[in-house]
């Protein structure tokens, strides 16, 4: 069982930067792979980065690739999302979720814990 909570989102200029960090309970963190999703009003779920549980390389969705950066630290239980150079459509509800063990997916379905996320918003 993995309990997460986010942190750090707000409002921003677009242009501006905001770094979200989610904390998770429980002594097995270095064994869930971990991905960060958003979600705007009126739009899915969707994908923006993840990071393996053997803390490889991350990767990330088109959208945010060059702005993101994800990085965890086991020994602290978290995991966090730098974002730079925001933009008005990165505004929506991000989310951290936990995948036991795996290669960090990019679909939602694949993740049993999810954080209850954080809203950030980027003016224009």
């Known amino acids: 069982q993995v309990q997460l909570v986010e942190s750090g989102g707000g409002l921003v200029q677009a242009g501006g930067s905001l770094r979200l960090s989610c904390a998770a309970s429980?002594?097995?963190?270095?064994?869930?792979?971990m991905g960060w999703f958003r979600q705007a009003p009126g739009k899915e779920r969707e994908f923006v980065g993840a990071?393996?549980?053997?803390?490889?390389?991350?990767y990330y969705a088109d959208s945010v690739k060059g702005r993101f950066t994800i990085s965890r630290d086991d020994a602290k239980n978290t995991v966090s999302l730098q974002m730079n150079s925001l933009k008005p459509e990165d505004t929506a509800v991000y989310y951290c979720?936990?995948?036991?063990w795996g290669l960090g997916s990019a679909k939602a379905v694949d993740y049993k814990y999810w954080g209850q996320g954080t809203q950030v918003t980027v003016s224009s």
């Open positions: 429980g002594r097995t963190f270095s064994s869930y792979s």
């Open positions: 990071i393996s549980w053997r803390g490889g390389m991350p």
């Open positions: 979720a936990a995948e036991s």
